[in-house]
């Protein structure tokens, strides 16, 4: 990134416009949605509000999620305070990912074939609970 670029501000804080911050972070990360992966980034600022508010979630919840991609409904889970780990496949964005969010856990595998059980039981034995999102 160029320090004269302005990023637009962080969904869940009031981002004017998060479709243009997500083509920006995709463009920025030297990627385009794979269809190989089901690539689809979830931009729209009201829809990622409301997941994480139907989710009901505080500090003393721990969460999955799955495919986290630009991080846009990363951005609003953590904002409700709970514990984050993210699962996603494709390594071209899990750098930029764990420059932006160091306190989320990231995981690099897929999904189908990773250990779920194992990961869950451990998410739950350092929260004390666990709830299962689909992201992005």
């Known amino acids: 990134m160029h320090s004269s670029t302005v990023l637009p501000k962080p969904i869940c804080q009031g981002a004017p416009n998060s479709s243009r911050r997500t083509r920006y972070l995709v463009t920025a990360a030297g ?16 829809i990622l509000q409301k ?3 139907a989710a009901k979630l505080s500090p003393k919840h721990a969460v999955l999620e799955v495919g986290p991609g630009t991080g846009n409904l ?3 889970l953590l904002a409700t305070g709970a514990s984050v780990t993210a699962v996603e496949k494709d390594r071209r964005l899990i750098k930029r990912l764990s420059a932006e969010f160091p306190q989320v856990h990231i995981i690099e595998a897929d999904i189908l074939t990773y250990d779920l059980p194992s990961c869950l039981d451990r998410m739950i034995q350092k929260q004390g609970s666990a709830i299962l999102f689909q992201g992005e």
Do not use: E, V, W, Y
């Open 31 to 46: 990627t385009k949605p794979k269809k190989s992966l089901g690539q689809n980034f979830l931009a729209n600022q009201d």
């Open 51 to 53: 997941i994480a508010d």
């Open 74 to 76: 990363t951005r609003c």
